[in-house]
């Protein structure tokens, strides 16, 4: 099932801290990997809850958002 990726990023965008809070947007097939200024500001909680979020994945380097397959980056 193909996701809209304009409604989950706006339902991931205020979750992540807002757009100030993001420094760098990178996706791959199943990630969506955000450079934050604040990591303190992210509500993962919530995120997991969001529809299509498989979880997320902290490698110090970057937060991801795992969205699993199916999911397009527009």
């Not at 757009?19 to 760098?24: F, H, L, Y």
């Not at 809850?49 to 490698?59: F, N």
């Amino acid at each position: 099932m193909i996701k809209d990726p304009h409604a989950t990023a706006a339902a991931l965008l205020p979750l992540v801290g807002g757009p100030a809070n993001v420094t760098s947007v990178a996706h791959c097939m199943t990630r969506l990997r955000l450079g934050l200024a604040d990591r303190s500001r992210v509500d993962d909680e919530a995120l997991r809850a969001v529809p299509g979020v498989l979880g997320v994945v902290e490698d110090g380097a970057s937060y991801q958002v795992v969205l699993g397959r199916g999911w397009s980056a527009g």
